[in-house]
């Protein structure tokens, strides 16, 4: 049994990088809300909304901004550079996710069409042919205990990165280690600003690459986009490459990881999928409502004092969405089936673990499309798929920014 939520000796809770029980961790911080003081690793203080109204209302609300110029806590010193999370959390005006209003328009659309539903759909027989080379390798192993995401649930979201923008398979692992880092809450005090450093190299000089030698993929499509006569800059495309990358790829190997997951815990929805009561699509949107692949999303900041949700959050305060606990809303979702079961047949409710508003995920797309593709081959071929341990005894690697397993042993064929 996990202990519960710690809160700090005047009373905030805690969010924990690694909690011992995460669906627990976010029903009670679910418990603390709507909007609720926490306190992160290294002792940095913000708001959390842990209920769904209240999310989609900040979400939307211009008095809350993505520029870290209206983080008191980050002009003041008081949260440092070097601070671990500081890798999720952007502070280039280059950046789109760091922009608000007419600046943070220009670059959507700017990059609307290459991220679009539909080019992204063009990809499906790439993600096909991939995803069938990768269960093809799994075969000699079928009968033995491996690692799912190492082996599978990393491997495909990764070739399919890698093909869109042109990365060797020799840098796949080094580039999602990398990524990992990024995201995690346990990398050491400024380490996140030596990996982001080494990220915004990586896809300038694949920009320049491109910019040589153009070609049918996405990063050209940034290089030819423009909008009443203007370009995105080389750095602008470097630092969108770099973030889309995080987010067709984290998010994704994630969904793939925690939907196997789920299925293999709920033999009974399995059963309903199998017999065909249920669609893909359901499951997958219950997925990332039960246990989506992004936590929670940092930081927005007030530029006035703000009341919601029955506290006032003060100018130059900092605000997360936490996407786990906005996922247990009684309110958005019922009580039956209660928001903490899983459940692919739930009809009520519309999740936000893609985000809201302005700021919804570019990824999204991609995300879906591979899980709609990954999951059904997965299961077709392999359909006695088991877990190689209990539930309970798998490990979460990070539970802030991403919600990632450490491992998922598997044995495929029993």
Wanted: charged fraction near 25%; hydrophobic fraction near 40%.
């Amino acid at each position: 049994m996990s202990c519960p939520v710690q809160h700090s000796p005047d009373g905030v809770p805690l969010i924990h990088a690694v909690p011992d029980d995460v669906q627990a961790d976010r029903e009670r911080l679910y418990q603390e809300g709507p909007v609720t003081r926490v306190e992160l690793p290294g002792g940095v203080r913000a708001w959390a909304t842990t209920h769904h109204g209240v999310s989609r209302a900040t979400l939307t609300d211009p008095r809350f901004v993505k520029s870290v110029d209206h983080w008191a806590d980050y002009q003041n010193g008081r949260v440092p550079q070097g601070w671990p999370l500081m890798g999720t959390i952007p502070t280039d005006n280059t950046n789109m996710l760091a922009l608000d209003g007419a600046p943070h328009r220009r670059l959507r659309q700017l990059t609307a069409s290459p991220f679009s539903a539909r080019r992204v759909e063009r990809l499906r027989p790439d993600i096909e042919r991939i995803t069938a080379a990768a269960l093809d390798a799994l075969e000699p192993r079928a009968g033995e205990r491996l690692d799912l995401k190492s082996a599978f649930t990393f491997k495909v979201p990764m070739s399919v990165i890698g093909e869109l923008y042109g990365v060797a398979e020799s840098e796949y692992s080094q580039l999602g280690e990398m990524y990992a880092k990024l995201f995690s809450g346990n990398t050491a005090e400024g380490e996140h600003l030596e990996i982001y450093g080494a990220l915004f190299q990586f896809f300038g000089e694949m920009v320049a690459r491109k910019r040589a030698e153009p070609g049918d993929d996405f990063t050209t499509d940034l290089l030819n986009a423009s909008a009443d006569g203007e370009a995105l800059s080389d750095a602008e495309i470097t630092i969108t490459l770099l973030t889309v990358v995080a987010a067709g790829h984290e998010t994704t190997v994630n969904l793939l990881t925690n939907a196997v997951r789920a299925l293999l815990a709920h033999p009974d929805q399995f059963a309903l999928l199998d017999q065909g009561e249920v669609t893909w699509e359901a499951v997958i949107e219950e997925v990332l409502r039960y246990d989506p692949p992004n936590n929670l999303m940092m930081f927005r900041f007030a530029t006035e004092d703000v009341e919601i949700g029955g506290e006032t959050i003060r100018a130059g305060e900092a605000l997360l969405t936490h996407y786990g606990a906005t996922g247990r809303d009684r309110a958005e979702f019922g009580e039956d089936p209660h928001p903490q079961v899983f459940d692919a047949t739930r009809t009520r409710g519309r999740h936000i673990s893609f985000g809201y508003g302005p700021h919804i995920c570019p990824g999204a797309p991609l995300s879906r499309l591979e899980a709609r593709i990954v999951l059904p081959m997965l299961f077709e071929r392999f359909p006695d798929l088991r877990l190689a341990v209990p539930d309970e005894e798998l490990r979460v690697e990070s539970a802030l920014s991403v919600n990632s397993l450490a491992e998922f042993p598997v044995v495929l064929r029993p």
